[in-house]
């Protein structure tokens, strides 16, 4: 395999893996939620959907690279 395509592949599945913790772990110990300074600037409610929204982006980013790995080759 050659090493680029092992690192698009990585990169997806990494990306892939960490949207889907922001959409599968709880709030505690959701690796994507604001830390302290910024989570007091917000609502609660606002704080329970970062997460999900930037885990989302994640998903989608690694399901593109993943799949453009899968099409094209090198990227």
Known sequence: MDEQIGQQLGAGALSL???LSG???????NLLRLRRGFASLFSE???NAIPKVVGSLLILA????LVGTA????L
């Open 17 to 19: 893996v960490v949207g």
């Open 45 to 47: 409610k606002v704080n």
């Open 23 to 29: 959409w599968l772990l709880p709030y505690k110990w």
């Open 62 to 65: 690694g399901v593109a690279i």
């Open 71 to 74: 099409v094209v080759g090198k």
